[in-house]
């Protein structure tokens, strides 16, 4: 074989081995989804066969092991979608890598749930709909267990088509459908509707307004200044405190109130304790980062990007520890209702319990949340250190103001909220400046005005689509859970 033959062959295998190659990737790429649910069904068969173990093969018991199953799969939505909002802006900031904040949710939410989750969680039945109205404890259980399943239904859903939705919205309406179709539309508690519905309109708007006045208040005294270094010295300690202040405020009312009774007064007082110690320790730190640093906005999002970090760790915590609770909510109820024979004031969710929703979060996080994360953290808005502080800072100080009002809230409609706040205040700012002809970069200022109108900071999309998910939840869960709970009530047995 001659040299330019034993060329031509090396030339061969080599493309053959690079379409190979291809082949492989196409293949994994293609794959990927069926991991993820292969993973996740896993997950469902392990919870349900944990069920099992700890309760027998009974005929009611068998019910048990129904609802775990299907609040595994609750679980797994949840962190597909819920854990989305806590960590979206610090991975759309490149604060964090979509890894780093995977592990860091994981690990926050998991501690939040288990450590300081709820061990005693209102009933369901008790908030939403009368127990008197359905004395049966089977028709009790159907009830919870078509909330369960409509509930994990509709996230999955929402998930699906990239609209972050309230998960404890989600069980509010299946709670509510099945209670209507068992026992009448007098069964509601309708002041407690009501109280939900105000918060679908008062928490967005709140999250929104508190972010867009950060937001302002960070481009008027740090920004737009001329020394930004010098103004960033003075004022970013002062923002940490106060972070550090609603977060630790926020905590105490969402974590140690779990395990001790705390009101709203001391958990003020222990927020201002954290603040005042978090501004005695930035001052000086703030001084050393900042040595050497250039006067421009480029150097500002190095000094928010840590506390960034941190906010994300502590909403994921404070997450762990209220909403998962409420999530495993129906399951705890049947679990109670099929122990007990009854529906009690307060139900004690058990261990196991909150172990499948502690580990299910954080596996429907690592499966199936990067595209939500992506969606609030980039999609809705650009967001850079400063901006998704100021979200993290609202969704602390909204959960505050509205548990001193007695608003029942969602963490989801807050932070996105806050999203939309931050993105619609760019839009006038850029519009103010623009009338102005003030700080409006020279490449800007060649574009059309009709171009600039056309170029908005939010997507109008993601917005509307957002919106009439949130409209829709309570009622869509309401209504296929109706229609599971027909479905159960005619089983035999």
């Known amino acids: 074989m001659t040299m330019s033959e034993h060329g031509n062959s090396w030339a061969t295998l080599d493309k053959d081995l690079n379409r190979i190659s291809r082949v492989e990737s196409a293949t994994a790429y293609v794959s990927r989804p069926l991991v993820g649910m292969g993973i996740a069904l896993a997950f469902i068969v392990l919870a349900g066969l944990m069920a099992a173990m700890l309760m027998g093969t009974e005929d009611l018991n068998i019910v048990v092991v129904a609802a775990a199953v299907f609040g595994a799969y609750m679980a797994l939505n949840i962190g597909a979608n819920d854990v989305a909002n806590n960590m979206g802006p610090a991975v759309g900031a490149n604060a964090l890598t979509m890894g780093g904040a995977i592990v860091i949710a994981a690990i926050f939410e998991s501690a939040g749930a288990l450590l300081a989750g709820g061990d005693v969680v209102s009933t369901i039945s008790r908030g939403i709909i009368d127990p008197a109205g359905i004395a049966d404890p089977r028709t009790f259980v159907w009830a919870m267990m078509a909330a369960l399943i409509s509930s994990a239904l509709w996230v999955n859903l929402a998930t699906w088509i990239g609209a972050p939705v309230s998960t404890t919205h989600s069980v509010v309406g299946g709670v509510m459908g099945a209670g209507i179709v068992a026992a009448g539309l007098g069964a509601v508690n309708w002041s407690s509707m009501s109280a939900i519905a105000a918060s679908w309109v008062i928490s967005p708007l709140l999250g929104g307004l508190i972010a867009a006045a950060f937001l302002a208040l960070i481009k008027s005294r740090i920004i737009y200044r001329q020394d930004k270094i010098a103004a960033a010295r003075v004022w970013v300690p002062i923002l940490l405190g106060i972070m550090a202040g609603a977060f630790g405020t926020y905590l105490s009312l969402k974590g140690l109130s779990k395990v001790v009774k705390i009101d709203i007064g001391t958990a003020l007082l222990i927020g201002l304790a954290a603040g005042i110690i978090c501004y005695a320790a930035c001052v000086p730190l703030i001084r050393r980062q900042s040595e050497g640093m250039e006067n421009r906005n480029k150097s500002l999002k190095l000094l928010f990007g840590l506390p960034l970090v941190f906010s994300a760790a502590l909403l994921s915590f404070a997450h762990g520890a209220n909403d998962v609770a409420n999530a495993v909510g129906p399951l705890a109820a049947i679990v109670h209702a099929i122990e007990d024979g009854g529906t009690a004031a307060k139900v004690s969710i058990p261990t196991w319990v909150m172990v499948i929703g502690a580990f299910g979060i954080s596996f429907g996080l690592f499966l199936f949340g990067p595209k939500l994360i992506r969606m609030v953290g980039s999609q809705i808005t650009k967001l850079n250190p400063m901006r998704a502080y100021c979200v993290s800072l609202s969704a602390a100080i909204t959960v505050i103001v509205a548990s001193w009002l007695g608003l029942p809230v969602s963490s989801t409609h807050i932070?996105?909220?806050?999203?939309?706040?931050?993105?619609?205040?760019?839009?006038?700012?850029?519009?103010?400046?623009?009338?102005?002809?003030?700080?409006?970069?020279?490449?800007?200022?060649?574009?059309?005005?009709?171009?600039?109108?056309?170029?908005?900071?939010?997507?109008?999309?993601?917005?509307?689509?957002?919106?009439?998910a949130w409209v829709i939840t309570v009622p869509a869960a309401a209504l296929l859970s109706g229609v599971i709970f027909l479905g159960l009530s005619r089983l035999p047995g």
């Open 415 to 468: 932070a996105v909220g806050a999203v939309f706040g931050v993105g619609f205040f760019r839009e006038w700012d850029h519009d103010r400046r623009a009338r102005n002809g003030s700080h409006i970069p020279a490449e800007a200022k060649r574009i059309a005005p009709e171009e600039r109108r056309r170029r908005k900071l939010v997507r109008r999309s993601h917005f509307l689509t957002i919106i009439a």
